[in-house]
């Protein structure tokens, strides 16, 4: 494609257009998500205080005038879960390794763990480069506790670069966004210039449910439920939604629903609040909740209920 002809929102795209695919990886709960939404300065992904919060690949797309990145939020890569769920959730990172342009491998100053061992295995296959993001730091009471963590992650593999940081520091962010600039080809745009990801507006609501579920529920309850839309109907500046919760067990019904309805009430009045934000209009939000017995470990139910 000759660059000077594309033109996106009436505008001509400059020469030295840049873009690319920028996979973000490591062990479950180490800010992947977080830190997506951060670079793109919009709320995509969801994140919670738990592991395996993401469960699926998502594409996060930042357009400008001089770069179209493409960053891909990735599960956790994790051990010790053999559900068919959770091969699912290791086999959408791992694969999304082997294909992009740059690799941001996330981990947590101070916390090596076997998982992060795991996905070290992965990394080393890649020949694309790999910026070894040390998150977190804010934990740290100073910049210098850094530094033993830096040695013991260098003695294990050296990234392209090692890159501390905290999500939540906006002058790392733009820091890490410079970086990632330098390794993105010089090439058009991969997506339209609009475009902000590659999943559907129910996708990312089902997503927003899910999120609520697994910041207010606790123990292994949040991982035995999975979300469905069921009603997705635009009334005017109205957007009417049905949505499902299933779980696993019937005890676990009750839990959900709470004491008079208590818990379903506030996750529903939260993902409202969410998915108003996203979708920029009015919600009428019911949600439901049903059981689904083994539905985690069930190939087939994975795939009837989006985990293709
Ligand atoms: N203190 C601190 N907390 C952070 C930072 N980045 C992320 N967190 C927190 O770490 C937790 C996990 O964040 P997520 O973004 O959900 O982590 P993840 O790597 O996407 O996790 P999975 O989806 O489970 O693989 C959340 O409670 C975040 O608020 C950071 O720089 N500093
Ligand atoms: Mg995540």
Redesign the pocket.
């Known amino acids: 494609m000759n660059l000077k002809q594309l033109t996106t929102s009436n505008k001509t795209i400059k020469p030295n257009f840049k873009s690319g695919f920028i996979a973000v990886v490591?062990?479950?709960?180490?800010?992947?998500?977080?830190?997506i939404n951060e670079l793109i300065e919009q709320k995509l992904?969801i994140?919670?205080?738990?592991?395996?919060?993401?469960r699926h690949r998502i594409h996060a797309i930042d357009t400008t005038d001089d770069y179209q990145m493409v960053f891909v939020?990735t599960?956790?890569i994790h051990i010790g879960n053999s559900k068919a769920i959770n091969s699912y959730m290791n086999r959408a990172a791992s694969s999304t390794i082997a294909d992009v342009d740059i690799i941001l491998w996330?981990t947590e100053v101070g916390k090596w763990t076997k998982e992060d061992s795991r996905v070290l295995e992965h990394i080393r296959q890649v020949k694309v480069p790999v910026i070894l993001c040390i998150?977190?730091?804010?934990?740290l009471k100073s910049a210098q506790e850094v530094l033993p963590f830096l040695d013991k992650v260098s003695q294990k593999y050296q990234p392209t670069d090692l890159f501390p940081?905290?999500?939540?520091k906006k002058k790392d962010i733009c820091a890490l966004r410079e970086l990632v600039f330098q390794y993105l080809p010089k090439q058009a745009l991969i997506f339209d210039a609009n475009y902000i990801t590659d999943r559907s507006e129910k996708f990312i609501i089902t997503e927003f449910i899910r999120e609520k579920l697994m910041r207010h529920l606790e123990d292994e309850l949040p991982y035995d439920l999975t979300v469905e839309i069921e009603q997705f109907e635009q009334d005017g500046n109205l957007q009417r939604i049905s949505a499902c919760i299933f779980v696993d067990k019937a005890s676990q019904k009750n839990i959900v629903i709470g004491n008079k309805g208590d818990m379903l009430k506030l996750i529903g009045t939260e993902a409202r609040k969410s998915i108003e934000g996203f979708l920029d209009r009015k919600v009428f939000l019911k949600l439901w909740v049903k059981v689904k017995q083994g539905w985690a470990d069930d190939k087939r139910a994975l795939v009837l209920l989006g985990y293709d």
């Open positions: 490591g062990r479950p709960n180490v800010g992947k998500s977080t830190l992904s994140t919670s205080h738990r592991p395996q919060t993401t939020d599960p956790g996330l998150n977190k730091i804010d934990k940081l905290s999500v939540f």
